[in-house]
């Protein structure tokens, strides 16, 4: 690990003008590019406090050895040269999408004498016309069978179309109409091209002049009673119908553009382009890429960019480019995408209308495309065994943890405290046996603190459930004193030794406050479930890994918890999000796994599971408290009569003011319901008028919940 400032360039050495910077490792590998618009402020920035930088960055820095530059004259130069250094060094910390040779296109081969009709893949050749790409090749094949009614272009390879030439019979397609016959001098070369003129023509989204020639043609050929001919005409107006109708008019401005959109979460994004030609959507194509560099949504949409239109020219790249977010220095950008394309190109975000939903279908493309690939990833056999094996190492575990529980708590500042555990199994997460807490030892936000106590009683309830089912021998418990934790606000002071028995052990009544769970809901741990039998659920499997949520502190509070329950039989590491480090108990220095492990990524898997199970469950409860009403306090009063109260009076703050009669008016409202009703709005506590905090008005309260 190199130490940066052995190769930090001295003061005033690096130009302030534009450029492009590489850096390089002790083999002099190229390992990174970037480009800035003043190299001397943007190097300064990787020369500072390790300790400050990004841990990508970090990373970047030390494994480099030196870091050279080259100052050009615009920030459109430095683009340029940025792409092709990239393609020529493939440096590995940077942003690289997959490549998309494997996308299928239609082409025409414009640049023979008799132009083809085929699907190609790899990379595009010059003087070839490009359609696409396409998801399937199949698709290609089914629109251009369609199409050939029409626009009989030659679609045999070289090796046929030369035998045909030389034994005077052109092949089947020749004899059923579905190609012109160039190979036997049916039609000449010029009256070939034309053929596939067209053909692009219509592709390229001019599909109208077509169909309405033909259509006159149709009923041209009628009035001359040639039946047979009309009817041929009428079939290849509705083949080209039929090919239209693959692809939806979605913009009805005729636009040529090309939508791009990202969706990433820590490690990973997945990037989707829609491209739409005369307003409608002729091709898809999409990639997945690891983030090895520090780089956000703008710095993904230009890599997106560059990936895209590198290597393009003249009508490839469109007028009109939509993206997510614009990048660091959009009009470059747009000045290198009008130089691709030899005219001006629109490189905007959408904010309204048409465009703006195509977006959000996108968008949602791009969503499904990265849970995809988590999925496929996460449920391939294999790499879960090597994930799990890779834990075991990098823990210094005997064996794999087949079973991996983790915790995570949650609060909106300070309120409603909860915490959710889920459960791996076999490196699939297994949500029947996900559990939910509320925080009860304490008010307040002390996450160190509430992890403690989570883990206490999930390790307790473990312990019930071994005595009760006879597997846990009960020992005196040590008659000298214990002592109390170090730090007094994770733990009672006085706590049982490793051997004693805990107090309450067999216990099934829950505690106070427990939450009974709901259709479809995780229960509260403490309350007792039920297998479908009726007989009691163990829950005496534990698990050979607990993940917490947090760092050092958060690990030192779930292995106190274990160590005051006697368990010292199972593992405990955190999992902190922003440096994605491993922690262990009583190590100084984290655990850091390579980015590319499938160890890593499962446990990044699991807290992130952790986290959305625990957040869902607070913002349920926060809605809950907001939506609490006086009414609630009624005994008798269900959830129908609440509301048609609300209904007939408009808000609870008319209903305070009915009197009992008025409030017996209500159907289905009796006078010993009224007078409880009248009694508990009458002894409620009036609430806390909330305040729009850009006016600084009061709001008051007119409907069935709280002010806020």
Not at 590 to 601: A, I, K, Q
Not at 642 to 661: C, E, N, P, R, Y
Request: with cysteine; net charge negative.
């Amino acid at each position: 690990m190199a130490d940066p400032s052995s190769y930090r360039p001295k003061p005033g050495q690096i130009p302030d003008s534009p450029g492009v910077y590489r850096f390089r490792d002790e083999h002099r590998r190229v390992i990174y590019v970037g480009k800035a618009k003043n190299l001397r402020q943007r190097l300064a920035n990787y020369f500072q406090d390790l300790a400050a930088l990004h841990p990508r960055t970090r990373t970047m820095v030390t494994t480099a050895a030196s870091v050279e530059w080259t100052v050009v004259s615009t920030e459109v130069e430095a683009l340029q040269l940025e792409y092709s250094w990239i393609k020529e060094f493939d440096p590995r910390f940077n942003v690289k999408y997959r490549d998309d040779k494997s996308y299928p296109y239609l082409a025409v081969t414009l640049n023979e004498e008799f132009p083809r009709v085929q699907v190609m893949r790899g990379a595009k050749k010059k003087g070839v016309r490009y359609f696409g790409p396409y998801g399937h090749a199949w698709a290609i094949r089914e629109t251009v069978d369609l199409m050939l009614r029409v626009f009989p272009v030659r679609t045999c390879s070289a090796g046929v179309f030369k035998n045909a030439a030389r034994t005077g019979r052109p092949c089947l397609l020749g004899y059923i109409g579905k190609c012109s016959a160039p190979c036997v001098g049916r039609v000449t070369p010029e009256e070939h091209r034309e053929l596939a003129d067209d053909f692009c023509d219509f592709m390229a989204g001019r599909t109208g002049t077509y169909i309405r020639r033909l259509e006159k043609d149709m009923m041209a050929a009628a009035e001359e009673m040639e039946y047979e001919r009309a009817a041929r005409l009428r079939d290849d107006v509705e083949a080209l119908k039929r090919a239209m109708e693959k692809s939806a008019v979605v913009l009805a401005d005729a636009t040529d553009a090309d939508l791009i959109a990202v969706a990433e979460d820590e490690l990973e994004a997945a990037v989707q382009i829609f491209h739409v030609r005369g307003g409608r959507v002729r091709g898809q194509r999409g990639w997945v890429t690891d983030k090895v560099e520090n780089v956000d949504t703008p710095g993904l949409v230009e890599h997106a960019l560059q990936q895209l239109y590198g290597e393009e020219t003249g009508d490839s790249v469109p007028k009109e480019v939509l993206v997510p977010a614009l990048p660091e220095d959009p009009d470059a950008v747009s000045q290198w995408l009008a130089g691709r394309r030899g005219s001006q190109v629109s490189l905007r975000i959408p904010q309204r209308g048409d465009k703006k939903d195509l977006m959000a279908t996108v968008q949602r493309n791009a969503l499904q495309a990265l849970g995809l690939h988590k999925t496929k990833r996460a449920s391939d056999l294999t790499t879960r065994s090597r994930a799990l094996e890779e834990i075991a190492e990098a823990l210094g575990l005997d064996t794999a943890p087949l079973r991996i529980e983790c915790f995570d708590i949650s609060h909106l500042q300070g309120d409603d405290v909860v915490a959710s555990m889920v459960v791996f199994e076999d490196g699939l997460a297994r949500k029947s046996e996900y559990r939910r807490f509320q925080i009860k030892g304490f008010e307040g936000q002390d996450d160190v603190r509430s992890m403690h106590e989570v883990i206490g009683r999930r390790f307790k309830r473990y312990l019930q459930e071994k005595e009760r089912t006879g597997e846990w021998e009960e020992t005196p418990a040590p008659t000298g004193p214990v002592p109390a934790p170090q730090d007094a606000a994770t733990a009672p002071a006085t706590v049982p030794g490793p051997d004693a028995i805990v107090p309450g052990l067999g216990a099934t009544v829950p505690d106070p406050g427990a939450i009974a769970p709901g259709p479809g809901t995780a229960p509260d741990l403490d309350a007792e479930p039920r297998e479908d039998d009726g007989r009691p659920k163990r829950f005496a499997y534990p698990p050979q890994l607990v993940v917490v949520d947090g760092g050092q502190p958060q690990v030192a509070a779930a292995k106190h918890a274990l160590d005051e329950l006697g368990i010292d039989d199972i593992a405990v590491c955190g999992l902190a999000k922003r440096l994605e480090e491993v922690w262990l108990p009583d190590d100084d220095d984290p655990v850091v796994l390579p980015r590319s492990s499938e160890g890593l990524y499962l446990l990044q898997r699991v807290r992130d599971e952790a986290h959305r199970f625990a957040i869902t469950y607070q913002r349920a409860k926060r809605a809950k408290r907001i939506r609490s009403s006086p009414l609630d306090a009624v005994a008798g009063l269900g959830e129908t009569r609440k509301q048609a109260l609300i209904k007939h009076f408009g808000s609870v703050k008319k209903l305070k003011q009915a009197t009992i009669d008025e409030i017996c008016e209500v159907p289905g409202i009796g006078r010993r319901t009224a007078e409880s009703v009248a009694v508990a709005l009458a002894s409620a506590a009036p609430a806390t008028p909330a305040v729009n905090t850009a006016t600084g008005e009061i709001i008051e309260e007119d409907d069935g919940g709280s002010t806020t």
